[in-house]
């Protein structure tokens, strides 16, 4: 296929990444002493990032697996490394969402920020570009790159413009992303070396070293490396304890952000890395992998009942929904990857909407502890119903975006093992519990009389919910128009493990059909 950036002669991915640079750019050169201007400014440079987004999403074709809008120069050609750029099905759901919550965090925060502004707003858009650039990143020493380029933003988003434990919530965030990123760059060298020290040259190109077979030897420590990295950052349990405090402490486009876009960089990097180069490993790691994000899915929930604090009741939410993720991924059945890469969407779409809602809240009131709370609905009646909304969608209710994705993973997970669709469900019915039991005591209840001169949400707030709430509905709904993108790319997962499922995992799940009644 002639690639779409060719034929209309410019670099459709290269444009998208890196406008958001060019406009963080233009701000610090131009704004630094405008604050309308560069908030403008800011705005209009990620709504041009997403309408662009939304440009190639319609010229991509769906029904193939391959990868799209390629852009493949040399860089160091020294060093094998190249300027490689391309998306798949995946990786453009993933675009679309960024894109979108960049421009909702943008707009959530106009009048949130009151110090260092102009600092905030282009980290926003720097860590906008290092999003995009892992999405759109076909060789590994690029994807590092931006890998890292991420990190640094929030890192100072956290640190600056949090709350009262910010400094420890930042480098905490920051230990625990480091660590992972020490471990995937020790498993990058370790593979490339092997591939050049065995006849292949020396590339970091992902597609060449996909199809490169690596040996148990070198497969199983590196994909133990990648694997680490990656599900610290989704987080999974036992390595989750640096989000509730990032999310508590960060202000709220960060943790908009943060829930929406930087966890699923962990698992689409599974995708990429731990299933792409070694498939042979990641059908022996069904078991281990299923156990932990089960216990992450219950554990999540359970946590989520106890707090006090409304954004860390949130944030402990995030642990049991991404469980849900990894937990369809790795099942390795076309429902449960489907179901776990729109999930990934999803809990983008309401997490970060919960969050938002806590942000608009606390700019009136300045305290998230729900027992402060009472009796919102009667001042703040159209910030209830868009609250209602995301609480309902997130627990899964038949109709929003958050049944569909979850309703996918059970099946593919009852088909791999009974158990561990029945475990699931039980934090499906503590979600249910913590969420509504959070509505009832902050928008319903005793009312509080603080609160009953409250304005209720602005136009400007609305507008920033309404897209999140089309959304919420649209994949609710319908949810073909997402999924059509998600067809090839799950078949081409499965053509990866099918000949390692019947050697390895087939004996897996035979285990697992004895002890636990599964199939």
């Not at 009262?164 to 992303?177: G, H, N, S, W």
């Not at 890395?273 to 089960?294: D, E, K, T």
């Amino acid at each position: 296929m002639t690639d779409f950036a060719t034929q209309l002669g410019f670099r459709g991915l290269t444009l998208l990444t890196f406008l958001p640079i060019a406009g963080a750019v233009v701000m610090l050169i131009f704004m630094r002493k405008r604050p309308s201007a560069y908030k403008a400014t800011a705005l209009i440079t990620s709504i041009f990032t997403l309408a662009l987004a939304i440009y190639l999403a319609a010229k991509f074709q769906t029904g193939t697996s391959g990868f799209q809008f390629q852009e493949n120069s040399s860089w160091i050609a020294g060093l094998g490394i190249s300027y490689h750029l391309g998306i798949d099905g995946i990786s453009l759901l993933l675009i679309l969402l960024t894109t979108l919550l960049s421009v909702l965090a943008i707009l959530g925060s106009w009048n949130s920020i009151k110090d260092r502004g102009l600092a905030f707003f282009i980290s926003l858009l720097v860590l906008e570009t290092g999003m995009l650039g892992v999405f759109v990143s076909m060789d590994l020493f690029l994807f590092y790159v931006f890998w890292e380029i991420q990190l640094i933003p929030m890192y100072f988003i956290i640190g600056i413009w949090g709350g009262p434990r910010r400094v420890y919530a930042a480098i905490k965030f920051f230990l625990y992303t480091f660590v992972g990123s020490v471990l995937m760059l020790v498993a990058i060298l370790a593979i490339v070396w092997w591939y050049a020290k065995n006849g292949g040259g020396l590339t970091f190109d992902i597609l060449t070293l996909q199809k490169a077979g690596f040996p148990v030897s070198i497969a199983a420590w590196s994909f133990a490396a990648f694997f680490i990295a990656f599900a610290i950052k989704v987080p999974m349990f036992p390595v989750h304890t640096w989000l509730p405090d990032a999310h508590t402490e960060a202000p709220t486009a960060g943790s908009v952000i943060l829930a929406g876009v930087l966890l699923k960089m962990g698992v689409y990097g599974m995708i990429r890395f731990c299933i792409g180069f070694f498939p042979q490993i990641a059908v022996r790691a069904i078991l281990p992998v299923l156990i932990l994000s089960v216990i992450a899915i219950v554990y999540g929930a359970a946590m989520s009942l106890v707090q006090p604090d409304m954004k860390r009741l949130v944030a402990y939410s995030s642990v049991s929904h991404m469980g849900f993720v990894t937990a369809g991924l790795f099942v390795f059945n076309q429902q449960g990857i489907e179901g776990s890469v729109l999930q990934m969407v999803n809990h983008g779409v309401l997490t970060g909407a919960l969050f938002m809602m806590v942000g608009f809240f606390y700019d009136r009131t300045h305290t998230r502890m729900i027992s402060d709370y009472g009796g919102m609905a009667k001042p703040m009646p159209v910030a209830a119903a868009f609250f209602s909304l995301f609480v309902l969608g997130s627990l899964g209710l038949p109709g929003l975006n958050g049944f569909v994705g979850e309703f996918l993973i059970l099946i593919g997970t009852f088909q791999y093992a009974k158990v561990f669709a029945v475990i699931a469900s039980i934090g499906i019915i503590l979600g249910a519990a913590y969420l509504l039991w959070m509505y009832q005591r902050t928008m319903f209840q005793q009312a509080n009389e603080k609160w009953l001169t409250l304005k209720d949400l602005s136009a400007r707030e609305i507008v920033t919910l309404v897209p999140l709430v089309g959304m919420a509905v649209w994949i609710g709904l319908y949810p073909h128009t997402f999924l059509n993108f998600l067809h090839a790319p799950a078949q081409n997962i499965l053509s990866q493990v099918q000949p390692y499922l019947a050697e390895h995992g087939g004996g897996i799940a035979h285990l697992a059909a004895t002890l636990f009644g599964g199939n």
